[in-house]
């Protein structure tokens, strides 16, 4: 098997990659022998950099040449082909001879992609109101020469007479989600959940017995042959999941359902039986226990969303540090009874360290899912708006291409769904103000690539 190289990261979408590979090498395509893969991963830590830098502007001739000009800089990258890209530029300053820019920062890869000897071009112009702004000049840098900070190397002859200094320069290391990992946060402290019931076959549920999944209309048909659609998905998710779960227990709810011995209607139960230990061991165990569960419950309506938030909720707002991060997932069908509850509890739930993610099995319209995800508008409730976006939707028909490889459909699944959690986990840290814990040794020294053989 060739090699795979990884040059930048790892970043989180490139532990993804690694992942749906481990996923794809593990159990092998079919009809594929399989050999070894080697993933070398390099971190490239200039890359995570970010610079602050202020310039200032001299006029030092006594012609008038900024008289009443309003100064800006424009700030270009050079690409590998030698040409340039746009990638700063500053506010105007009105009408001065000695233009103080405000700082402002970039990251080192939008300004010189991580090359420190690359050409940075400034451009200098006088702005005009008719958008015909006048050129006064240009100079060329690098990253390396900006780093030497305010000095008589960072003053700049933009055009006669005129000069460009750097007045300040801050590198700031940017933290990234795999900080937080190596730091030893135990993250993904998975709450695995799935709803139960579809209204399309409601008219079965209500002549409520045990085993209705033998009915092979049903999403939740237990085939001899293959995993139904909720299985498929709890197992896709679930195995990708778990690497990042210390324990790898997951407290596993269903909702949706009559319960014996009484028929009581729950939308929050154990699906292992066991309200006091509501905990199965890794997906395989929750598998289990799903199966299991469908055989001595009875699916029911109305599916309401709102308490299995809010019970995940709970223990998210018990862990304050940052030490733990909580993921919902829920499976489910798409039909949502509580519309207005569940709005309401993502809003409350938006400010604990915690991420839902909704896969919507079956033929519905997620108009209501597509809404909760909240990517276009962010979700509100009672003129409330959610602290930050918390929930990611992905309907799971999209991925369930029947002539395609499946196993390449779930990675797929799998990834898009994890797609914002790392967004969502650090604009939490973000908002908090938590730190990564230092990494704990041992520790691969930069450019020494790590090695990992599956
Ligand atoms: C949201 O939080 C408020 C205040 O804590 C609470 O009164 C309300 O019941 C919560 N909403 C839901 C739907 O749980």
């Known amino acids: 098997m060739s090699l795979f190289c990884l040059q930048q990261g790892p970043s989180w979408k490139e532990v993804l990659v690694y992942q749906c590979l ?21 971190e490239m830590g200039n890359c995570r950099e970010s610079v602050m830098m202020q310039f200032c502007g001299n006029k030092l001739d006594k012609k008038d040449f900024f008289g009443k000009s309003d100064p800006f800089l424009v700030f270009y ?25 405000q700082a402002f920062k970039i990251p080192v890869r939008a300004l010189c992609n991580g090359d420190y000897d690359r050409t940075i071009k400034i451009e200098c112009y006088d702005w005009d109101r008719d958008g015909s702004h006048d050129f006064i000049g240009e100079f060329s840098t690098s990253y390396r020469e900006l780093s030497r900070g305010q000095s008589q190397f960072n ?6 007479c005129v000069c460009v200094t750097l007045l300040s320069f801050l590198v700031d290391i940017e933290v990234t ?11 993904l402290y998975l709450a695995l959940l799935f709803h139960y019931c579809t209204l399309l076959l409601l008219s079965h549920y209500r002549t409520c ?22 299985a498929m998905a709890m197992k896709a998710v679930g195995e990708i999941i778990q690497d990042y779960d210390s324990d790898k227990m997951f407290p596993a ?60 909720a709970r223990y998210a707002a018990s862990v304050k540090d940052g030490s733990q991060y909580f993921i919902l997932l829920i499976i489910t069908d798409g039909v949502i009874s509580d519309m207005a509850q569940t709005k309401e509890s993502i809003v409350n739930a938006s400010c604990h360290p915690m991420s839902i993610i909704i896969i919507g099995v079956g ?29 990611q939707f992905v309907p799971f028909r999209d991925y369930t291409d029947r002539t395609g490889n499946h196993i390449l459909s779930m990675a797929r699944l799998a990834k898009d769904v994890l797609a914002e959690i790392p ?18 040794p041992p520790y691969t020294p930069p450019g020494h690539p790590l090695q990992t053989q599956i």
């Open 363 to 391: 033929p519905a319209e997620f108009d209501a899912m597509i809404e909760l995800d909240g990517d276009e508008v962010r979700i509100s409730s009672k003129g409330r708006y959610a602290e930050r976006d918390i929930v």
């Open 22 to 42: 481990c996923f794809v090498f593990n159990r092998g395509l079919p009809g594929k022998k399989c050999g070894n893969i080697i993933v070398k991963a390099e």
């Open 253 to 312: 709810l269903g909702f949706g359902a009559k319960l014996p011995p009484d028929g009581r209607v729950s939308h929050e139960f154990a699906l292992n039986g066991n309200p006091q230990n509501p905990y199965c061991a890794g997906v395989d165990g929750v598998m289990e226990a799903y199966y299991q569960s469908l055989k001595s419950v009875c699916l029911y309506g109305p599916t309401n969303f709102s308490p299995v938030i809010n019970h995940v």
């Open 77 to 101: 990258r050079c690409n590998e082909d030698g040409t340039f890209t746009t990638c700063h530029k500053t506010e105007v300053v009105k009408n001065t001879l000695n233009p103080v820019w």
């Open 155 to 160: 003053v700049y002859e933009v055009s006669v």
């Open 209 to 230: 017995f045990p085993g209705n999944p033998t009915q092979p209309t049903s999403l939740h048909y237990m085939s001899p042959y293959q995993m139904n659609a909720y």
């Open 423 to 440: 967004d969502q986990f650090l604009s939490y840290m973000r908002i908090r103000g938590i730190k990564p814990s230092p990494a704990p």
């Open 177 to 187: 989600f795999l900080d937080y990992i190596k730091g030893g946060h135990s993250f």
